[in-house]
């Protein structure tokens, strides 16, 4: 993949030099090079033919790339959500713990039901729970701490039941 990636970055970079190229040809900034360019080309026609031709498929070829680019990107935030479940929603928790604080009970109840689904941890319907939870998996993305610390608050945040 990094083969097929680096060879349609060549590609695009071979294009956009044919384009500033094709654009000084047509633009010519009085150096003779459009004369020279219609009578290698056969007519005038037939240049601007090919410079539209070039265009088109450089913005073909762009939008091919940008496509694998995207679906590579993808496969590889999938794979570090998987490798890290607990951060992979921080953000949306964050957001909803923020929701949380504020809504009604029915709110409450679906925001509470989103953020077990998102985590995969039940941490009840109080934000701070929540907060807790967010603030150490970030201080372990972080390094600041190792992975497990002794003690019943860290069951607590964890999500694991004490009990």
């Known amino acids: 993949m990094k083969t097929l990636l680096a060879l349609s970055i060549a590609a695009r970079n071979l294009w956009l ?3 500033a190229v094709m654009l ?7 150096w003779g090079l459009y004369a020279s360019a219609v009578e290698v080309a056969g007519g005038s026609e037939n240049l601007l033919r090919g410079a539209l031709a070039l265009t088109l498929v450089g913005i073909l070829a762009e939008h ?10 993808g496969a590889l935030a999938k794979a570090l959500l998987r490798l890290q479940p607990g951060l992979q929603h921080v953000g949306a928790i964050r957001i909803l713990v923020r929701a949380l604080e504020t809504a009604n009970q029915e709110g409450v109840d679906r925001i509470h039901q989103e953020l077990v689904r998102l985590s995969g941890k039940d941490l009840g319907r109080e934000p701070g729970p929540w907060l807790l939870w967010i603030e150490r998996l970030e201080k372990v993305s972080a390094g600041r701490i190792e992975g497990a610390v002794s003690g019943s608050k860290t069951s607590e945040v964890d999500g694991e039941n004490t009990n």
């Open 17 to 19: 030099l044919a384009m």
């Open 24 to 30: 000084a040809l047509i633009l010519d900034p009085g």
């Open 64 to 73: 091919l790339l940008g496509a694998v680019t995207r679906r590579r990107q």
